[in-house]
T-cell receptor, first 117, second 115 residues
């Protein structure tokens, strides 16, 4: 149980285009989903927290107009990198917290490697 | 604000040797504590977690960790390391329910296993 699936696993896009990354909770309902960014050989940096049916809460320094997050259902959240540039190339990981659970436990997707050329 | 420190960036051990990865946290109350493992290009897999109760917690793959409140530590241990344990290990602290429940990660420790 508690499987989170991210799609795609990797994507290459041209500079200036937009890319959408999906995060799905396959066997549970996720009231809260988190989006992280990880640079090579570095830790995970939280970008934003999204709750189903409401606007995402972005961490300081994260451009909300560039990284659009939608959490329209209890099993799906999407991250859209708009007008991508090479500096947006990174590893993006989502995690999901199950509805009704206590505490901070969350389950992670396998990540999406974005390369902007 | 919560924070996590993993003092060792890189550790090398021989296969079969014991392992201890250090983790210190800063949090105003008793936190939720986690250890995750990440293989190259992959997401994070939960090794173990501490919420309450017994301070020595057992996880998957033969790992264990001990919560020491007096030292604000949650070190990860394994008595005998296998070559497949080579990976990046992250300690994380999370707030209790009723708050944002965000996880804060340490900078990670890269484990290399020599044969």
């Amino acid at each position: 149980g508690a499987v989170v699936s991210q799609h795609p696993s990797w994507v290459i896009c041209k500079s200036g285009t937009s890319v959408k990354i999906e995060c799905r909770s396959l066997d549970f309902q996720a009231t809260t989903m988190f989006w992280y960014r990880q640079f090579p050989k570095q830790s995970l940096m939280l970008m934003a927290t999204s709750n189903e049916g409401s606007k995402a809460t972005y961490e300081q320094g994260v451009e909300k107009d560039k990284f659009l997050i939608n959490h329209a259902s209890l099993t799906l959240s999407t991250l859209t990198v708009t007008s991508a540039h090479p500096e947006d190339s990174s590893f993006y990981i989502c995690s999901a917290r199950a509805a009704g659970t206590d505490g901070a436990e969350a389950f992670f997707g396998q990540g999406t490697r974005l390369t902007v050329v | 604000a919560q924070s996590v420190t993993q003092p060792d960036i890189h550790i090398t051990v021989s296969e079969g040797a014991s392992l201890e990865l250090r983790c210190n946290y800063s949090y105003g109350a008793t936190p939720y504590l986690f250890w995750y493992v990440q293989s190259p290009g992959q997401g994070l897999q939960l090794l173990l977690k501490y919420f309450s109760g017994d301070t020595l917690v057992q996880g998957i793959k033969g790992f264990e960790a001990e919560f020491k409140r007096s030292q604000s530590s949650f070190n990860l241990r394994k008595p005998s390391v296998h070559w497949s344990d080579a990976a990046e290990y992250f300690c994380a602290v999370g707030a209790r329910a009723g708050t944002a429940s965000k996880l804060t990660f340490g900078t990670g420790t890269r484990l290399q296993v020599t044969l």
